[in-house]
């Protein structure tokens, strides 16, 4: 079946100080992949996506790159802000549905 | 300007009541959505609608009705609420069924059953 594993958090940075979150997928077919951000009390928006293997999503600082070989889609930035503090999800989209992962809480202190 | 509204924003309730929750988005797009979001932050999707046609149903209890009377709304109606349905309740639209990247997402309706 299809399915996304996102690293467990809470997750606690200084800012300025490096991201990743990791992010594994299962499925079939070729989906295109996604990081979705929640901020405090807003609904989900799209952050960034990479539509085929290899492809490089960036937006904002963040950078995931799609990752066929091992499954993956890992998401980074070099320097965080207190303002990266948020949820974000991992998803694919396949077969016309959208698989979420359960989520990563970030919170960056000053 | 606000793209995907839902209302209320809050919910708090009682076991056995029967709530409704409406999302309108002025997007002018084809697709809408409700998603639950559980208490460990798991997104799951319950229903998908286009043009005003059900498309995604998923394994929900048949206590939750979604109703589409144009393709500016999709309100979800819940009957005999039960303390498991305590849970922030998501509606998306996108362009088109085959355009589900380009969701947009509500800020969200927080429901606590009592």
């Known amino acids: 079946g299809n399915s996304v594993t996102q690293m467990e958090g809470p997750v606690t940075l200084s800012e300025e100080a490096f991201l990743t979150i990791n992010c594994t997928y299962t499925?079939?077919?070729?989906?295109?992949l996604f990081w979705y951000v929640q901020y405090p009390g807003e609904g989900l928006q799209l952050l960034l996506k990479?539509?085929?293997?290899?492809d490089k999503g960036s937006n904002k600082g963040f950078e995931a790159t799609y990752r066929k070989e091992t499954t993956s889609f890992h998401l980074e930035k070099g320097s965080v802000q207190v303002s990266d503090s948020a949820v974000y999800f991992c998803a694919l989209l396949t077969g016309n549905q959208f698989y979420f992962g359960t989520g990563t809480s970030l919170t960056v202190i000053p | 300007d606000t793209a995907v509204s839902q209302t209320p924003k809050y919910l708090v309730t009682q076991m056995g009541n029967d709530k409704s929750i409406k999302c309108e988005q002025n997007l002018g797009h084809d697709t809408m959505y409700w998603y639950k979001q559980d208490s460990k932050k798991f997104l799951k999707i319950m229903f998908s609608y286009n043009n005003k046609e059900l498309i995604i149903n998923e394994t929900v209890p048949n206590r939750f009705s979604p109703k589409s009377p144009d393709k500016a709304h999709l309100n979800l109606h819940i009957n005999s609420l039960e303390l498991g349905d305590s849970a922030v309740y998501f509606c998306?639209?996108?362009?088109?069924?085959?355009?589900?990247?380009?969701?947009?997402f509500g800020p969200g309706t927080r429901l606590l059953v009592l």
């Open positions: 499925a079939t077919g070729y989906p295109s």
């Open positions: 998306a639209s996108s362009q088109g069924w085959t355009r589900q990247e380009t969701q947009y």
């Open positions: 990479a539509t085929k293997a290899d």
